[in-house]
């Protein structure tokens, strides 16, 4: 088992999350898991993704499991450059190793999965574990609740002492009794092969929107319990979208202001809002609804000072940046929950 391993945020490698990952050191307890869902971060960029997060691995000494995802679902309306990205590697399989080729001696694991939303085609991780498994230390494995008995049985014997091996629940509830079963075979293999086993579960519900959160208040729908109960089913480790609602990648809508704030000692998530798609009120509502709450004065100054999400909102109330931004405010609520699970975890 991975020494001291607990955590597992799941990042996708955007603009924001990026923010996030750069404004946070972390220790061996906490190990990012990357997806890698477009060529370039930004149309405009110079370098690709994987180029950047090779920079990223080498500058900080920090080791990463990356994911070219193929569970995304991609739809009418879904970011063209995320749709072109996504539908190459669900369609051509070798560019996934191709990816990882690119990747070989950096600090990284390759992440192992398959396409969840479709048949489940025999021998695919087999061929993609014959392929890496030279080229790199450590493996992992990301198995989903469908087809996930078969996937098992697919790695049980490709699964080596070092490697990781994760249950991807999405958003369905970890508690569900159905689910023990998978819990039992996956735990018992890791642990037969000296492989860390994590449970990955995405907290907050895709039908969450800022004009439905009251200030203040425990915002329903958000099940964080996970945090404190992955032992429970014999995990080693947990993760989650830290802190963030794990979006469709679409294009359109507009923002209206809002922010979910991550509360260590309820392990809980609370509301601030402002008008509906008045794009000020970040300002002259969300931020002052939020640094007189309850949850705010709970954290020391000490925590505030070294949160890059806290500092971004002292920076705000100081008229030091602007806060009417809404990618900003997933910086903050995303880079504050990763620096309290570092912090307490």
């Known amino acids: 088992m991975t020494s001291k391993l607990k955590y ?14 750069n404004s946070v050191s972390i220790s061996s307890k906490i190990l990012p898991l990357i997806e890698v869902v ?14 950047e997060i090779k920079d990223f691995v080498d500058n900080n000494n920090t080791k990463i499991l990356v994911d070219f995802p193929l569970y995304i679902k991609l739809y009418n309306n879904s970011i063209e450059a995320v749709s072109n990205f996504i539908r190459g590697i669900q369609t051509n399989p070798n560019l996934r190793v191709n990816y990882f080729n690119q990747l070989i001696g950096s600090n990284i ?3 192992i999965t398959y396409n969840p939303n479709i048949s489940y085609v025999q021998g695919f991780l087999t061929t993609e574990i014959n392929a890496l498994r030279s080229s790199f230390e450590q493996l992992a494995f990301r198995v989903f ?9 697919e790695i049980k014997n490709l699964l080596q002492k070092g490697d990781l091996l994760i249950l991807d629940l999405d958003t369905a509830s970890h508690s569900n009794s159905a689910f023990q079963a998978i819990y039992t075979q996956l735990t018992t293999l890791t642990q037969q092969k000296g492989a860390t086993s994590i449970l990955i579960r995405s907290a907050i519900n895709t039908d969450i929107t800022n004009t439905g959160l009251t200030n203040g208040q425990v915002v329903n729908g958000v ?9 429970n089913y014999n995990f080693d480790a947990f993760g989650d979208f830290c802190g963030i609602k794990k979006d469709d990648l679409t ?3 507009r923002p209206s202001p809002g922010c979910l704030f991550y509360n260590w000692p309820t392990n809980s998530f609370y509301g601030h809002k402002g008008l509906y798609l008045d794009i000020t009120t970040f300002t002259s509502l969300v931020v002052p609804s939020l640094i007189n709450s309850s949850q705010w004065s709970v954290y020391s100054s000490s925590h505030k000072q070294n949160c890059n999400g806290c500092k971004i909102v002292q920076n ?9 931004n809404a990618p900003k405010w997933k910086v903050i609520a995303s880079s504050h929950y990763l620096y309290t699970m570092e912090e307490f975890l």
């Open 316 to 324: 705000i109330v100081n008229r030091n940046e602007s806060a009417n």
């Open 223 to 231: 099940d964080n319990s996970l945090l404190k109960n992955y032992q």
């Open 145 to 153: 609740i469908n087809h996930g008995t078969n996937a098992l049985n």
């Open 109 to 111: 694991i390759p992440v």
């Open 8 to 21: 597992i945020p799941v990042l996708r490698y955007r603009t924001s999350e990026k923010s996030t990952l």
């Open 251 to 253: 294009k359109g809508g």
């Open 38 to 51: 477009t060529e370039k971060p930004k149309i405009n960029s110079r370098k690709t993704c994987i180029e």
